[in-house]
């Protein structure tokens, strides 16, 4: 149980273009899901943080107008990353939380890749 | 000072070995401490978690809190080939539902 699916998997865009991203809470409701970016040999950063149905709490020096977060529903999460530029080129992984339990209740997708050449 | 830090490596050992990966931590509210395993380019997998301080042990891999040192370890005994991943610690002051604080990472390599 407790899976959450990322689609897709990887993707290269022009620069100055929008892409977007989705997460899944595939067998559970996900009440707080989680964006994370990752650079190389770098940690996760949390990005922004979104309850369903309300508006993402953004992380300070995150662009909150370039990162679009959409939780429209408890089993799904979007991010649009909007006039990409290869300085976005990294690693981002959602994570979903059912809002239950511990912090450690938190489970995560596979991540996506983005390419902005 | 970062809120948590954690040696990159990388940590190269030979296959049987005992490693031991640490995090330290500078914010005392924190009351939630995981360990998670990533392979390349793979979202991160929860290991074990401990509540507060003390220890816990999962078949090959004891996770250990000192909270009045702020420090954090994770132990994998007989280490495998299969073992080699980087291995990131993450914290949490609250219950679910909120963001984690994740370490650097460990690059672990097992040779056989």
């Known amino acids: 149980g407790a899976v959450v699916s990322q689609h897709p998997s990887w993707v290269i865009c022009k620069s100055g273009t929008s892409v977007k991203i989705e997460c899944r809470s595939l067998?559970?409701?996900?009440?707080?899901m989680f964006w994370y970016r990752q650079f190389p040999k770098q940690s996760l950063m949390l990005m922004a943080t979104?309850?369903?149905?309300?508006?993402?709490?953004?992380e300070q020096g995150v662009e909150k107008d370039k990162f679009l977060i959409n939780h429209a529903s408890l089993t799904l999460s979007t991010l649009t990353v909007t006039s990409a530029h290869p300085e976005d080129s990294s690693f981002y992984i959602c994570?979903?939380?059912?809002?239950?339990?511990?912090?450690?209740?938190?489970?995560f997708g596979p991540g996506t890749r983005l390419t902005v050449t | 000072q970062k809120e948590v830090e954690q040696d990159p490596g990388p940590l190269s050992v030979p296959e049987g070995a005992i490693v031991s990966l640490n995090c330290t931590y500078s914010?005392?509210?924190?009351?939630?401490f995981m360990w998670y395993r990533q392979y390349s380019r793979k979202g991160p997998e929860l290991l074990m978690y401990?509540?507060?301080?003390g220890n816990k042990e999962d078949g090959r891999f004891t996770a250990q809190v000192d909270k009045s040192s702020k420090y954090i370890s994770l132990f994998i005994r007989d280490s495998q080939p299969s073992d080699s991943a980087t291995y990131l610690c993450?914290?949490?002051?609250?219950?679910?539902?909120?963001?984690?604080?994740f370490g650097k990472g460990t690059t672990l390599s097992v040779s056989s």
């Open positions: 067998d559970f409701q996900a009440t707080t």
């Open positions: 994570s979903a939380s059912p809002g239950q339990g511990g912090a450690y209740e938190q489970y």
């Open positions: 914010n005392s509210a924190f009351q939630y």
């Open positions: 979104s309850n369903e149905g309300s508006k993402a709490t953004y």
């Open positions: 993450a914290m949490s002051r609250n219950q679910a539902g909120t963001a984690l604080i």
């Open positions: 401990t509540y507060s301080s």
